[in-house]
Structures are given as structure tokens and as C-alpha cells.
């Protein structure tokens, strides 16, 4: 059945599109953060062991909440690693070692590149789709990533 909440199909598609390239970042950057939890090592292991796990609980959150925003206009999100590869524009591949501080500025680099993109894309929502659900939604995501950047950003000093 066809969501009838007034918006034209044709947005609800372009938005539920935009929403699965949204759900193809934090789905990599989720499980970049529980690599980063599982494969920590140095003498700060135990304090960023925890640290990783509340980020991804988080981020695990976020998966979740924009799938079921997807759902709510009426279509069906990405839900395969296949999907998320294809539609995402971070890489999964880690670039640094397996101590805090690699980690910590890879996933603060996905954060700020995902930040960018919600700000780039975030007017079109209310303005060319006429979806200021999905436009205050976003609003709400960039502030839970500015504050996670936020927190891995003061790890580094």
C-alpha cells in the first residue's frame, strides 16, 4: 500500500533514495567503529574499548531510525552489504594502525564527510521534495554526529 501523507510519489522516491545513500554511510560507519572496538590495542585498550562500544551503540541507533524513516515514506531501504558498498561514499577499508589514535581520526574523518553531506543536501528535503519530516529528521542526525565527532575530536586534544 502507497503512503499517502502529501507528498508526490516521485519525491518520496527521491527522498527514500537519498535516505538509502544516508543508511549505506552509517551502515559502514558502524561497523568501521565496531572494528575499531573489536581490534583496539595499546595501553588506553579498556577506556577506548568502551568508548568505540558507546559510539557504535549509537551509530547502531542511527541504522535503524533512518531504515524505518525509508519505511515511513513508503518504500523498502537498502539492506545488504552489496547495497551499502555500491550506494556509500566512504571507504570500509582502514588506512592506520590498530591503536586509538588511527582509529579515532579515520572515524572522525567519516563523520565530518557525513556531516558535509547532510548539510549539502539537507534544504532539498523541505525546498525541491516539499518533505519537512525528512528535512527536520536530518536536522536531528547532524546534530548527533556533530556531537560524536564532537567527542572523538577531544580524544585527539
Known amino acids: 500500500m502507497k503512503a499517502n501523507i ?3 510519489e516521485e519525491n518520496l522516491a527521491a527522498v527514500a533514495h537519498s535516505l538509502g545513500k544516508i543508511l549505506a ?3 559502514v560507519l558502524y561497523t568501521k567503529t565496531r572494528k575499531a ?6 595501553p588506553d585498550f579498556h577506556s577506548k574499548h568502551l568508548f ?3 559510539q557504535y551503540g549509537e551509530l547502531e541507533q542511527i541504522v535503524d531510525d533512518v531504515a524505518e524513516r525509508i519505511r515511513t515514506l513508503g518504500h523498502f531501504p537498502p539492506a545488504s552489504l552489496k547495497e551499502y558498498l555500491a550506494l556509500t561514499h566512504l571507504t570500509e577499508e582502514s588506512k592506520g594502525k590498530n591503536d586509538s589514535v ?3 581520526k579515520e572515524l572522525l574523518e567519516d563523520h565530518e564527510s557525513i556531516l558535509i553531506h547532510l548539510r549539502e543536501n539537507i ?14 529528521y536530518i536536522t536531528g542526525l547532524l546534530q ?6 564532537w567527542m572523538l575530536r577531544s580524544h585527539l586534544g
Open 6 to 8: 502529501g507528498i508526490k
Open 25 to 27: 554511510d552509517e551502515f
Open 37 to 42: 572496538h573489536w581490534n583496539v590495542v595499546g
Open 52 to 54: 568505540f562500544e558507546a
Open 102 to 104: 588511527s582509529f579515532i
Open 123 to 136: 534544504d532539498g528535503y523541505s525546498e525541491a521534495f516539499h518533505d519537512e519530516g525528512t528535512s527536520d
Open 144 to 149: 548527533t554526529h556533530e556531537k560524536m565527532a
